[in-house]
């Protein structure tokens, strides 16, 4: 089991940036994926980023490219996701997951945070 606390989320200006973090702890796998799906008030949680262990195959979904930079420090067991250039469609609650394999489906993750709130404002 992996225990993950995602952190960083808040208010921001349409255009503006927020730094996303998850904090992991248990028990982790070289092997893992990690990565951040979303869901926003009355819609399903979709993906958003993937990273593999050693941070060398990165996935973005179409609408978060080039904004969004998702990265891992295996030191700190800690994953990032760096979000530039907000848009009010990037409102949702942001959680981390974590799996075995490559995947963009929420069945894909066995490992999953809380959540943090990200509001962005137009």
């Known amino acids: 089991q992996v225990q993950l606390v995602e952190s960083g989320g808040g208010l921001v200006q349409a255009g503006g940036s927020l730094r996303l973090s998850c904090a992991a702890s248990?028990?982790?796998?070289?092997?893992?994926?990690m990565g951040w799906f979303r869901q926003a008030p009355g819609k399903e949680r979709e993906f958003v980023a993937l990273?593999?262990?050693?941070?060398?195959?990165?996935y973005y979904a179409d609408c978060v490219k080039g904004r969004f930079t998702i990265s891992r420090d295996n030191a700190k067991n800690t994953l990032y996701l760096q979000m530039n250039s907000l848009k009010p469609e990037d409102t949702a609650i942001y959680r981390c997951v974590v799996g075995g394999r490559y995947g963009t489906d929420p069945a894909d993750f066995g490992s999953w945070g809380q959540g943090t709130q990200v509001s962005v404002s137009s």
């Open positions: 248990g028990r982790t796998f070289s092997s893992y994926y």
């Open positions: 990273i593999s262990w050693s941070g060398a195959r990165t």
